[in-house]
Nanobody, 124 residues
Framework: QVQLVESGGGLVQAGGSLRLSCAASGRTFSVNYMAWFRQAPGKEREFVAA????????YYADSVKGRFTMSRVNVENTVYLQMNSLKPEDTAVYYC?????????????????WGQGTQVTVSS
């Protein structure tokens, strides 16, 4: 089992920045991909970014490419999502997710472990 705890959400004005953190504990050695998803009210949960553990490769949704950066600090077993140039449409609950299986997944069904989520609100 893997336990994930997100933090760092909050209220920010459009154009501002936030950094989300996801602290992992448990059987993290079995994880191949770490990802961020988000879910706005009344919408499906959508893929934001993913990090491949084997070589540090990162992948981003087109909507956040160039604005968001995902990174990992190995010794802390923590992943981060640096969000810059935030827009009101980035408002959502952001979730950290881990995947044991090989191959990049961009659907919420592809991930095995989830955090509780952290709210990000961007005002216009």
């Amino acid at each position: 089992q893997v336990q994930l705890v997100e933090s760092g959400g909050g209220l920010v004005q459009a154009g501002g920045s936030l950094r989300l953190s996801c602290a992992a504990s448990g059987r993290t050695f079995s994880v191949n991909y770490m990802a961020w998803f988000r879910q706005a009210p009344g919408k499906e949960r959508e893929f934001v970014a993913a990090f491949r553990r084997s070589d540090g490769g990162t992948y981003y949704a087109d909507s956040v490419k160039g604005r968001f950066t995902m990174s990992r600090v190995n010794v802390e077993n923590t992943v981060y999502l640096q969000m810059n140039s935030l827009k009101p449409e980035d408002t959502a609950v952001y979730y950290c997710a881990y995947r044991n299986r090989y191959g990049l997944g961009t659907s919420s069904y592809d991930y095995d472990y989830w955090g509780q989520g952290t709210q990000v609100t961007v005002s216009s």
